[in-house]
């Protein structure tokens, strides 16, 4: 085996071109992981590159190879080539997923969303909401968002918009004011992933919310796909009806492999202001049952109360942003 350091390895390495760009791996500061075997005599790399699948890509592995068993006389190389912007993305920092899933539509996941999103901001957490339903967005309305363009940054990363202290990324902003977004497949695709690998969330940014449309379509898949570690929190309406679409929505979600944190139930009841008493509109026992037959938790049991201060958003002098704040304590422990 050849008697070298990582860091002489890595210096025969840098003078290497990426086809992408055009610049050198020690310009792109592409080489990410250098180890040296010494049993197998063998080196392990794991380099960012500008485009993976093509000519480009094949190129650099064929130039590290050539580098590391020809001239440096390594008997072996084992090589990992990672696309640039999804390695250097939010989904490789230590920041936690949570996708709110629901089979039916319309049992409140932007509420939810954007309401547990809210009380972890108030906990002092810096957080990011994906809105991940391209063709019912909602989340801008929910936020009291006027619509506005994105801004893109030197490095042509997407800013996301604010709004009440957390950042937001929704197809809305993209689309002309009031109209409908028509997007073929692919570019739904990618737009999904644009959210993740092309927006320049905060650097320090504890929890992304995702807020997904209804039931259990290509969504969650390319949600699982982009980042395998998020979690899954359940949202249902108490009546029997819907939790059994949502208990259908649990077996997507488990099969795609998001660990279910939990059910919330929403529009459990309505407490009559007359006489104090809970109504129980939407029927009862829908969450328990979910949270039973997929063996998890039910989380919290959301009433039916307007907010008072903001369109959607409820505060912790309320009922319900209490519970909020309950359901933040529970999500940031785990
Ligand atoms: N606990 C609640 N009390 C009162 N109104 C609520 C409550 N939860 C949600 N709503 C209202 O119910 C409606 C539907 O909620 P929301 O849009 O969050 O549902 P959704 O599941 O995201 O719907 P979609 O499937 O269309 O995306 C909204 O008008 C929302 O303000
Ligand atoms: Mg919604």
């Known amino acids: 085996m050849p008697n070298l350091t990582i860091q002489e390895v890595k210096e025969k390495l840098i003078n290497i071109v990426d086809p992408y760009n055009g610049k050198t791996l020690g310009e792109n500061n592409a080489i990410k992981h250098i180890g040296i075997d010494p049993d197998k005599d063998l080196v392990v790399l794991i380099v960012s590159i500008g485009k993976m699948g093509g000519l480009e890509e094949k190129a650099v592995r064929r130039a590290l190879a050539k580098i590391v068993k020809i001239d440096l006389g390594f008997k072996g190389v084992k090589i990992q080539l990672e696309e640039k912007r999804k390695l250097e993305s939010i989904v490789n920092r230590n920041v936690k997923f949570i996708i709110v899933m629901s089979g039916k539509g319309g049992v409140g996941k932007s509420t939810v969303a954007a309401n547990l999103a809210y009380a972890l901001k108030r906990k002092g957490k810096i957080v990011g909401i994906i809105d991940a339903d391209i063709y019912g ?23 996301p918009l604010e709004a009440f202290g957390m950042e937001v990324i929704s197809t809305e902003f993209f689309a002309e ?42 969504i969650p898949l390319d949600i699982r796909n ?61 969450g328990e049952k979910v949270a039973t037959e997929l063996n998890t938790e039910l989380l919290c049991q959301i ?9 959607s ?15 933040a304590d529970i999500v940031m422990i785990r």
Not at 185 to 205: C, Q
Not at 240 to 245: D, E, I, P, Y
Not at 313 to 327: N, Q, T
Request: with cysteine; hydrophobic share 40%.
């Open 137 to 159: 967005s909602s989340i801008p309305q929910v936020l009291e968002m006027k619509h506005e363009y994105p801004k893109c940054a030197e490095d042509q990363k997407i800013i």
């Open 303 to 311: 009433p039916i109360t307007q907010p008072t201060h903001h369109l």
């Open 226 to 286: 982009i980042v395998p570690k998020a979690e899954a929190l359940l949202v249902t309406t108490p009546h029997l009806a819907a939790s059994h679409v949502a208990v259908k929505a649990g077996f997507a979600a488990g099969q795609l492999n998001h660990e279910i944190i939990g059910v919330i139930e929403n529009m459990s009841y309505y407490s009559n202001p007359v006489n104090g008493e809970k109504e129980f509109i939407f029927g009862a026992g829908g």
């Open 313 to 327: 958003l409820y505060e912790s002098d309320e009922e319900i942003g209490k519970i909020y704040d309950d359901l």
């Open 177 to 218: 004011e009031g109209k409908p977004i028509i997007w073929r497949g692919a570019m739904l695709g990618n737009m999904i992933e644009n959210f993740f690998y092309e927006v320049r969330w905060n650097k320090n940014t504890d929890f992304i919310i995702i807020d997904s449309p209804p039931g259990t379509g290509d």
